[in-house]
């Protein structure tokens, strides 16, 4: 019998081996080159193989009976659990049926896996996530989050090769239905608004801006901007509000609208300053919310900025007065460049005429929208750039009849140059990642010397152009220019030096002196607000811990450095503004690289009063671009297939994409980048045949 028992075993244990490099015992892997011990000799095992963290111990039914099982975490197959501890079932299932784990793993998938590889050489991260288990609520809320991030229609998910994509990465994806993403999504949005509310609590003042838009549906909604600096001294914005408005758009109403929205987020006594356009109903919804805070004595600032107006707005009422000076000339070239654009044949003649008289035609012409000044700048400005190209068409086309005359081309070339002064300060000023109020006392006064130097001009239609141009630009002076003054001031670069200089070149004599020395009086005064405040809640704080710790015995009262504390500090003693203002300004390489918000927070220990009313004053923007930018959104969310959406919905969506993004890695965009991206303006001047590709 013996004889008999020992081939057996020795001719399964072969079996065993010829099966791979290592061989499944039990729960166990025994390698090859191990071999076997002796008959009646305990085996020894080496890298087994775990399986227990594949699979999870559930309960489950098998012949009408509840017995245990183990359950895979990636395919969610099943095994009865038996009355032994053997795991070779698990191991078999791992290796060669679990469609999952093979993938996951790169086992036999027959494809090549590229890992990706961390700085330190090791993958360890990407193998944790690897063998992570899959699932489905997780794929779900990020399946919301791309719907709402990038504005796609709820039955995005129930587009056929959307479900076989992600089918394909993982076959335990499970198809949803429009109605349960609608549901995702609002759940994700709310998690967001909590995220923000967190964010706010943590804030002292808060600024506003504010806009109202009419949609496909011709229903007016408002859109109310929150911006502020966190505890990290980060400029943020978020859209805390996307209402519908009612109609009429009165003060009262729009007022009504914005402090409603204010209560149900609980900030309506941190409000700073409200950004509005130059509307009349504007005007009117400023002073109700001025006064509403007035009277709860929440009001900052003195009130002295509360309402600040758009100056984008302002300087775009001043570039229209000066566009209309050449409607003639712009009307043609906007004509002509239609013209062209209609004919491939008429783009290539174009073309031929263009390199026939040396013309490089790598530059595109460009067409206008008649409510964006900028893209008229930018038309106008690539038509005079082809000028002897349209003049050579125009005598070669006779139906070309939009040639504009040299009298006007001159007009033309004048309006375009001073007007890139312009395009520059809008540029700047649109800017909602970066403060904006230090920017604009040195910006403001190139545009104001260009409409000075063409209203002295010799030229009668410079001087004729630039005096509606100069009243309406000193109308909005006066009213903003106390914010700039003191923004520019706690820009450690510029300081008081950039306000004498700024207006030693726009004002005359007494009217300077003027200036300054009420520039510098609401500097102090608010700075000695700011004071005040900042030693109140100091001597708050120090009293409950005075209260905390009363049932402790003292020594303050025979403490010699406590009565130091606690002793005012003398008259002549030089407060943080004045050691600040006697300090050289701060040099800087690249200004367009410089932070003045992490400056403050580096020296915010060394003027405690002074850093908080700065990140106060650079949380103002200057323009209503944050808010104007989120009608595109709007306009892209309620297009004409999704135009039955609720205006709750609509508010939804639009907000949870700006919290999204604001939350996200992703690069933010300038106004300009989004603009050319949304509108194809340019229109390509077609090379001839013949002539080769330009390099």
Known sequence: MSSNKEPDVMETVDVDLDYEDNVELDDGLLDKDDGVSPVGKKRKRKNAFDVHPHFVEVEGLYKGKMVKKHEC??????????????????????????????????????????????????????????????????????????????????????????????????????????????????????????????????????????????????????????????????????????????????????????????????????????????????DRAATILMHNFQVKNKLHFQGLFFHIRCCAHILNLVVQDGLGTIESCTSKVREGVKYLKKSTGRLKKFGEIAVSIGIDIRRSLCIDVKTRWNSTHRMLDSAIYYKRAFEGYAARDSNYVWCPTNDEWTRAEKVCKLLAVFLKATEMFSGSTYPTTNLFLTEIYKVKREISNAFMSYDSFLKEMSIPMYEKFDKYWGEIGVLMCIASILDPRYKKLSVEWTFDKLYVGDECLKRVEDAETKLESLFKKYHNTFMASKASMSHSNISTSSNEPTQDVDDFHAFLKRRPVETGKKTELEVYMDEPNDECVDDSKYDVLKWWSQHCSKFPVLSRMAKDIFSIPITTVASESAFSAGGRILDDYRSSLSKDMVELLVCGSDWLKSGSKATIKTLKQCADEEENLEIEVLIPDGCGTST
């Open 73 to 282: 975490i990636h395919c969610k197959h099943t095994f009865v659990k038996g009355d032994t501890s053997t795991t070779s079932s698990l191991v078999r299932h791992l290796r060669n049926d679990c469609p999952v784990y093979k993938r996951l793993t790169g086992k036999k998938t027959g494809f090549i896996n590229f890992e990706p590889v961390a700085k330190d050489g090791e993958n360890s991260l990407f193998r944790t996530e690897t063998k992570r288990a899959y699932d489905q609520m997780k794929c779900r809320e990020m399946i919301a989050k791309l719907i709402i991030m990038h504005e796609l229609p709820f039955s995005f998910v129930e587009y056929h090769w959307f479900n076989q994509l992600l089918k394909y990465n993982n076959p335990l994806f499970q198809r949803v239905s429009r109605a349960t993403i609608r549901r995702d999504c609002i759940k994700v949005v709310e998690g967001e608004r909590e995220r923000i509310k967190k964010m706010l609590r943590k804030v002292n003042m808060i600024s506003l801006t504010s806009d109202c838009w009419t949609s496909n549906q011709t229903i007016g909604y408002m859109c109310l901007t929150a911006h502020f600096v966190d505890c990290d001294w980060k400029l943020n914005k978020c859209i805390i509000g996307f209402n519908e408005l009612a109609p009429p758009h009165s003060g009262e109403v729009i007022s009504d609208a914005i402090l409603e929205c204010l209560i149900k987020w609980g900030i309506q006594d941190k409000i700073g300053t409200i950004t509005l356009d130059n509307a009349s109903n504007n």
